[in-house]
Each structure stands twice: as structure tokens, then as C-alpha cells.
């Protein structure tokens, strides 16, 4: 079996310049914030201990790229962003679109969409078996 991979892209750019951008934007203007994986994810002192403790409890490797890290490791691939990708070998098919992330409120909707996608698409079992 593929080894699978969950890969969630911020809407945003990787770097110290970009992360004090972003970090003050949140806190100036969070309702004109670009990322809404990012508002919802983070806080003021980095990733929220609730969200790494769901992603870690995943039966599947779950990788977190900037969007300016996923051109260059994706060329060509075009995606509206934030979004979260499914890696199955060396194929990249979309997970959960920007729309979907958008529409979630907070962490605790995040949360659920994950986990019923993850649900929809069996991968806890699919992923269990290459163990």
C-alpha cells in the first residue's frame, strides 16, 4: 500500500518578515486576516496544544506548509489557499478546499471537517494497514 500523507498549505508566505507581518495583522485587523487555517489554528504564543494534539492523534502523517514551501515543492500545482492535500505516493489530490476551511468557525469545526473527511475517505484503516 502508498504510504499517505495529509498536508495542509496556509494562505500565507514562510519567513521571520512574513510571520511578525502576519502575527501583527492578526491582532490589527483579524477580520481582513487572509488564513483562516492560521487565525484558527494559532495563537498569540504559536500553534493552539489542542490542534497539535488532534493532528498527532491522526493515524497519518500530517505535514503543515506555507504556501510559498508548497510552489516550490508542488511546481505547477495550483490551489486556492488555505486548503489541506492528500499524498498517496507521488499523487497530490485535494483534501479540503479553501471554501471548506473558510466556512469553519473555529477550531472545534476544524476539527470535526477533518475528522469526517477522514471518516469519508476510510484512510484511518487504509493507513493502519502499513503499519
Given at each position: ?5 495529509l498536508?495542509?498549505v496556509?494562505?500565507a508566505?514562510?519567513g521571520?518578515?512574513h510571520?511578525v ?12 486576516y ?14 493552539k ?13 500530517v505535514k503543515f506548509l506555507h504556501?510559498d514551501?508548497?510552489a516550490?515543492?508542488?511546481p ?5 489557499f488555505?486548503?489541506?492535500f492528500?499524498?498517496?505516493g507521488?499523487?497530490?489530490?485535494l483534501?479540503i478546499s479553501a471554501?471548506e476551511?473558510?466556512?469553519t468557525?473555529d477550531?472545534?469545526?476544524?476539527k470535526a471537517?477533518?475528522?469526517r473527511?477522514?471518516?469519508e475517505?476510510?484512510?484511518?484503516e487504509l493507513?493502519?494497514g502499513?503499519?
Open positions: 500500500m502508498e504510504e499517505i500523507e498536508i495542509f496556509y494562505n508566505d514562510s521571520v518578515f510571520a507581518g502576519d502575527y501583527v495583522h492578526k491582532i490589527v485587523a483579524p477580520a481582513t487572509p488564513c483562516k487555517l492560521c487565525a484558527i489554528t494559532y495563537g498569540i504564543g504559536g500553534m496544544n489542542d490542534w497539535k494534539k488532534f493532528v498527532g492523534s491522526r493515524d497519518l502523517p504556501k514551501e508548497f516550490e515543492q508542488y505547477g500545482r495550483e490551489a486556492e488555505p486548503c489541506a492528500l499524498k498517496k507521488d499523487e497530490l489530490e483534501f471554501g476551511i473558510n466556512r468557525e477550531l472545534e469545526e476544524l471537517l477533518v475528522s473527511k477522514i471518516q475517505l476510510n484512510l484511518q493507513n493502519a502499513e503499519k
